[in-house]
């Protein structure tokens, strides 16, 4: 069985529910399961410490979880156009898979979510993209034969799957964003087992 690692962040829920769909999307490619995990926050105070096990959602991912992975998915909510800080800060402690080349030819992609059309979608996914490509790993984006990059009119980026959540964050994922999630999770799942064969 091949592993699918999705991995996020998220502070409002709109990029957990955008990783569920791309875990649903991994899964329905037969000998792959995806495994959703999430990072603990970054605190402001140097003191404060979190507890190992989340209140709720996935479990916080390990280093182990991330070599052991046949592909990884990674999402954030944007940030003035990049990662927020609890994932950059989670890859800043893979030196020793940097070091060992454990990741390197393992397919990748990456998924956001933000408040408005504008926010920037597709600058916070090519950013989330270079510490990936420091990896070795093989990113892959959507191609255009999901046809709902052509017609979407909310989220959705041939650079990955995004969402707009909206100023409140009530906007529910759109079907055009649905389906490329879907599409992102299969494509990723897929090119595991044709890199392992």
């Not at 091949?2 to 409002?12: A, E, G, N, Q």
């Not at 990456?110 to 270079?130: I, N, R």
């Not at 990936?132 to 255009?144: A, D, E, N, T």
């Not at 990955?160 to 999630?181: F, K, M, P, T, Y």
Request: glycine fraction near 10%; hydrophobic fraction near 40%; charge should be negative.
């Amino acid at each position: 069985m091949k592993t699918i690692l999705v991995l996020y962040y998220s502070r409002h829920g709109a990029t957990k529910d955008l990783a569920k769909l791309i875990a649903r999307g991994v899964e329905q490619v037969e000998g792959v399961e995806a495994v959703l995990r999430t990072v603990p926050e970054v605190s402001p105070v140097s003191e404060a410490t979190k507890s190992r096990v989340p209140d709720s959602g996935a479990p916080y991912v390990s280093l182990q979880e991330l070599v052991d992975a046949d592909g990884l998915i990674m999402g954030s909510p944007t940030r003035f156009g990049t990662m927020a800080s609890p994932l950059k800060y989670f890859l800043e402690q893979t030196s020793a898979a940097w070091v060992s080349g454990s990741l390197v030819g393992k397919p990748a992609a990456v998924f956001t979510s933000t408040s408005s059309l504008h926010g920037g979608q597709e600058a916070t996914l090519l950013s989330m993209m270079v510490p990936l490509l420091h990896h070795g790993m093989l990113v892959s984006g959507i191609p255009y034969t999901s046809s709902d990059l052509m017609t979407t009119e909310t989220g959705g980026t041939p650079y990955g799957a995004s969402h707009v959540a909206g100023i409140q964050n009530d906007q529910s994922v759109s079907d055009h964003e649905h389906r490329l999630c879907i599409a992102l999770g299969k494509r990723i799942a897929n090119l595991a087992v044709k890199l392992s064969a």
